[in-house]
C-alpha cells in the first residue's frame, strides 16, 4: 500500500506515529474517528472496503486492538 498524505500534507505514518507517542490525547482521537466513521453509513461502509487492502499483520494487530479496547471499555 503505498503511502498517503492528507489535506495539510502528513504521512499516514506520521499520524499514526504522533498519535502513538501521544498517549494522552490517542483515546480522544480515536474516538472522533470512530464518531465520523460511524456503522450503517457509507463512510463506515467505504472503510470497511479498505480495511481488506490490508496485509495480514494489518488485519491482526488491529483485530487485537480492537478487541482489547472493547473489552476494557465494557468494564
Known sequence: MSDY???????????????????????????????KISPGTISFDDFCDVLQGLDDEGKAALQNFCQRVADNLSN
Open 5 to 35: 498524505y492528507i489535506q495539510v500534507d502528513v504521512s499516514r505514518d506520521t499520524i499514526a506515529e504522533e498519535i502513538g507517542d501521544n498517549i494522552e490525547q490517542a483515546p480522544y482521537v480515536l474516538a472522533r474517528v470512530a464518531e
